[in-house]
């Protein structure tokens, strides 16, 4: 069993930073596929970025890409997520998950294992 408890929503004005951390306990996040997913406010929910461990390798979605970083801190078994420069186009609940299965050709693509509650990241104008 893994447990992801997400912390650092909130609200932030156009242009503003927030980032996310996902604590993990009862396993080690070294083992799996991990990512953070965003829900907006009409839309399906998709996988902005993610790390494989067995490669090393991330992905970013075109929406986030420059302006988000994924990371993990191993001896926390903590994973985040730095959202720089954001836009109301950002606003959504977030989610981080982990999953068993380590090919590239499914990283950051559902189903993933594991999810943690959400959080809500809301960007005004």
């Known amino acids: 069993q893994l447990d992801l408890v997400e912390s650092g929503g909130g609200s932030v004005q156009s242009g503003g930073s927030l980032r996310l951390s996902c604590k993990a306990s009862g396993r080690s996040l070294d083992r799996y596929a991990i990512g953070w997913f965003r829900q907006a406010p009409g839309k399906e929910r998709e996988g902005i970025s993610c790390?494989?461990?067995?490669?090393?390798?991330?992905f970013y979605a075109d929406s986030v890409k420059g302006r988000f970083t994924i990371s993990k801190d191993s001896a926390k078994n903590t994973m985040y997520l730095q959202m720089n420069s954001l836009t109301p186009e950002d606003t959504g609940y977030y989610y981080c998950?982990?999953?068993?299965?380590?090919?590239?050709?499914?990283?950051?693509?559902?189903?993933?294992?594991?999810w943690g509650q959400g959080t809500q990241v809301t960007v005004s104008s």
């Open positions: 998950a982990a999953d068993t299965d380590l090919r590239p050709q499914v990283l950051c693509k559902e189903p993933y294992d594991w």
């Open positions: 790390i494989n461990p067995s490669d090393g390798s991330t």
